[in-house]
């Protein structure tokens, strides 16, 4: 069974840092690329950043990109956020996740509890 638990999440001030950490278990952790998603009250949920297998390469969407960093720790089955510079507007939850693909054409996402996370004065 896949689990994906976030931690980290909390209340800081605009210009602060979090770190969040995603423990996963029930698969090999090392074969899976890592992302992070959020989502607030009435919009979808958005990638903010991608990383693969190594932690070699990762993406960031642009919004968060020069402020956020994707890291994993392969022997701690952990994939982090780092958050710096934060602003009122990365409020939300956030979702770590992963993806199993099947053939060339079936995927099944695997979703984390979710974490908040609140930037406020």
């Known amino acids: 069974q896949v689990q994906l638990v976030e931690s980290g999440g909390g209340l800081v001030q605009p210009g602060g840092s979090l770190r969040l950490s995603c423990a996963a278990s029930?698969?090999?952790?090392?074969?899976?690329?890592m992302s992070w998603y959020r989502q607030t009250p009435g919009k979808e949920r958005e990638l903010v950043t991608t990383?693969?297998?190594?932690?070699?390469?990762?993406n960031y969407a642009a919004s968060v990109k020069g402020r956020f960093f994707i890291s994993r720790d392969n022997a701690k089955n952990t994939v982090y956020l780092q958050m710096s510079s934060l602003k009122p507007e990365d409020t939300a939850v956030y979702y770590c996740?992963?993806?199993?693909?099947?053939?060339?054409?079936?995927?099944?996402?695997?979703w984390g509890q979710g974490t908040q996370v609140t930037v406020s004065s």
């Open positions: 990383i693969n297998t190594a932690g070699v390469s990762t």
């Open positions: 029930g698969i090999t952790f090392s074969s899976y690329a």
């Open positions: 996740n992963t993806v199993r693909y099947y053939g060339s054409n079936d995927r099944m996402d695997f």
